[in-house]
C-alpha cells in the first residue's frame, strides 16, 4: 500500500535562514507526488508537484523539490525563509489511475524572527 | 474566481446528534473530494464525486456517513448519528476534467477548501 512518511512534525527556523522538509514516499512504481501548504484559516494550497522528467521542480513562493527514486523521497526547500511561511506542509502521493491522494502527517513551520 | 467554500466553519455537537456539512466547489469543477484529518493522524480520502455519481467511497469510514451532490455541484456529507471519532476537519477539494475520460483530467490540480472543524462532544 502507499504511504507517505513525514518525519518532522514540528520545524522552527530563524527568518532567512534555509529550510529542507523531509518526505519519504512507499510505492513500487513511480509515484505523482505533491506539497501542499496550509496557513491559519486557510485550505490547503498546492506548493508543486512532480509527475516526470526533471527530478528538480520548481513551485510558488519561491519553494523547490527534488525527487529522488534511490532514496524514495521528495524533499521541499527554500533557501531563504520569510515569516510568512510559517504553516503547515504536507507531501502526498498518488498512484497509478486512483485519483486519491494518500497524505504524510504533515509537518508544522514556526520561524523566528 | 471564487474558490472552494466549505460551511460550516465549525461544528460543535453532542454525540448522537445529525451534522451536515456543505461544500460548494469551484464552477464548472466535475471532480468532487471529500477528505479528513482526525488530530494527531494525517489526511485521508474519503470519496470522490465525477459529477453527481460517486467514482470512489473506498475511504467512507462507516454507514454512518452519507455524501450526494444533487445536480453535480455542491455537495453535503451528513453524519448520523454522529461519535467521538468522528471529530476533525473535514476539507473538500474540486478539480476540473471529465473524471476518467482524458488524460488532462486526470492531472488537473485539486483545490482545497478551508475545511469544516467538527467536534463531537
Known amino acids: 500500500a502507499q504511504s507517505v512518511t513525514q518525519p518532522d512534525i514540528h520545524i522552527t527556523v530563524s527568518e532567512g535562514a534555509s529550510l529542507e522538509l523531509r518526505c519519504n514516499y512507499s510505492?513500487?512504481?513511480?509515484?505523482?507526488l505533491f506539497w501542499y501548504v496550509q496557513s491559519p484559516g486557510q485550505g490547503l494550497q498546492l506548493l508543486l508537484k512532480?509527475?516526470?522528467?526533471d527530478t528538480l521542480v520548481q513551485g510558488i513562493k519561491g519553494f523547490e523539490a527534488e525527487f529522488k527514486r534511490s532514496q524514495s523521497s521528495f524533499n521541499l526547500r527554500k533557501p531563504s525563509v520569510h515569516w510568512s511561511d510559517a504553516a503547515e506542509y504536507f507531501c502526498?502521493?498518488?498512484?497509478?489511475?486512483?485519483?486519491?491522494?494518500?497524505w504524510g502527517l504533515g509537518t508544522s513551520l514556526a520561524v523566528n524572527p | 474566481e471564487a474558490g472552494v467554500t466549505q460551511f460550516p466553519s465549525h461544528s460543535v455537537i453532542e454525540k448522537g446528534q445529525t451534522v451536515t456539512l456543505r461544500c460548494d466547489p469551484i464552477s464548472g469543477h466535475d471532480n468532487l473530494y471529500w477528505y479528513r484529518r482526525v488530530m494527531g493522524k494525517e489526511i485521508k480520502f474519503l470519496l470522490h464525486f465525477v459529477k453527481e455519481s460517486k467514482q470512489d467511497e473506498s475511504g467512507m469510514p462507516n454507514n454512518r456517513f452519507l455524501a450526494e451532490r444533487t445536480g453535480g455541484t455542491y455537495s453535503t456529507l451528513k453524519v448520523q448519528p454522529a461519535e467521538l471519532e468522528d471529530s476533525g476537519v473535514y476539507f473538500c477539494a474540486s478539480s476540473q476534467g471529465l473524471g476518467t475520460s482524458g488524460r488532462e483530467g486526470f492531472w488537473n490540480e485539486q483545490f482545497f477548501g478551508p475545511g469544516t472543524r467538527l467536534t463531537v462532544l
Open positions: 502526498a502521493v498518488r498512484a497509478g489511475n486512483n485519483r486519491k491522494l494518500i
Open positions: 512532480y509527475f516526470s522528467g
Open positions: 510505492y513500487g512504481a513511480t509515484p505523482y
